[in-house]
Nanobody, 122 residues
Framework: QVQLVESGGGSVQAGGSLRLSCAAS????????MGWFRQAPGKEREGVAT???????RYVDSVKGRFTVSQENTKNMLYLQMNSLKPEDTATYYC????????????????WGQGTQVTVSS
């Protein structure tokens, strides 16, 4: 049974940084894809960053240059380093994992965490 547990959310002022972590159990980091998504109140969930097991990454334009996704396969951990945070980054952030290395959309991700709240004040 795959379980994803996020941590590291919190409240920060604009310009600050946070590092989100996702601990994966029952999931093998091999030829697959993991990602971070977020959902703000009243908005649809959107993809933030994805990373394949080969290390290739993709980011939504709004976070490019500020966020970095990484994984530590030996520890089954996924991370999202968020710098220069803006109020519009406020959302619940979710860790997700897919059974293949296809990372094109939310439908490619089968396993989801419960989410961690990030609040950025101006």
């Amino acid at each position: 049974q795959v379980q994803l547990v996020e941590s590291g959310g919190g409240s920060v002022q604009a310009g600050g940084s946070l590092r989100l972590s996702c601990a994966a159990s029952g999931y093998r980091f091999s030829n697959n894809c993991m990602g971070w998504f977020r959902q703000a109140p009243g908005k649809e969930r959107e993809g933030v960053a994805t990373i394949r097991s080969d290390g290739s990454t993709r980011y939504v334009d709004s976070v490019k240059g500020r966020f970095t996704v990484s994984q530590e396969n030996t520890k089954n951990m996924l991370y999202l380093q968020m710098n220069s945070l803006k109020p519009e980054d406020t959302a619940t952030y979710y860790c997700a994992a897919g059974p293949t290395n296809r990372c094109l959309g939310q439908g490619d991700f089968v396993y989801w965490g419960q989410g961690t709240q990030v609040t950025v004040s101006s």
